[in-house]
């Protein structure tokens, strides 16, 4: 567990971790103390701080919260909103916004809302929205120089959904206990006459 005096040194200054601007990419250049409060946050990946109502923790290169230490490479702050949602940040331990979004809930887990995300150089790459968890409408990409590819619309179904839509696919029914329990005692009584 992380020792109660240092987090109380390192935490007024955590407030520096939050970013906030417009579209364009940003960056912070963070002291010397909030790159040891990621390092204390690091050696212990499964525990957060909480400071003033916001969750700070860490995540791993897919932005998903981490147990071991060596995934941790991300500070992510999840920021309560009037609205319910849920604002999470994603930053380098320098401070570099990695990726902007609204989530549902408090875990940081169902996408929820417009989300932008950003290269290691701070480059916009891309911006969209997620609805339930799933990417929805079109999707704007940029390039590592942050010119604009060409757009990717999405339907909000998850891949097995779409597949399914696209006729590459079928639905199955997963065959209840019950009825499995039928399919075996047939199996075991060998074929009837």
């Keep these: 567990m992380l020792t109660t005096m240092k987090l109380q040194q390192l935490l007024p200054s955590a407030g520096l971790i939050l970013v906030v601007g417009s579209l364009q990419a940003q960056s912070c250049s963070l002291p010397a103390q909030d790159a040891e409060l990621f390092n204390l946050l690091r050696k212990k990946p499964s525990e957060a701080v909480m400071r003033n109502g916001e969750l700070l923790d860490v995540v791993n290169a897919r932005y998903e919260p981490c147990t071991k230490k060596k995934q941790a490479q991300y500070i992510r702050v999840i920021t309560p909103t009037p609205h319910g949602s849920y604002d999470v940040r994603i930053m380098t331990p320098r401070g570099h916004i990695l990726m902007r979004g609204s989530y549902a809930d408090a875990t940081g887990r169902v996408p929820q809302g417009a989300f932008v995300y950003y ?8 911006e969209g929205s997620y609805v339930h968890g799933s990417k929805t409408g079109v999707w704007h990409r940029y390039d590592s120089h942050g010119l604009a590819m060409t ?9 097995d959904s779409e ?3 696209l006729g590459l696919a079928s639905m199955s029914t997963v065959v209840g206990e019950q009825e499995e329990e039928h399919v075996n005692e047939l199996a075991r009584s060998g074929p009837r006459p």
């Design 119 to 126: 290269d290691q150089n701070g480059t916009l790459r891309a």
């Design 151 to 159: 757009d990717k619309e999405y339907n909000g179904l998850d891949w």
């Design 163 to 165: 597949q399914v839509q």
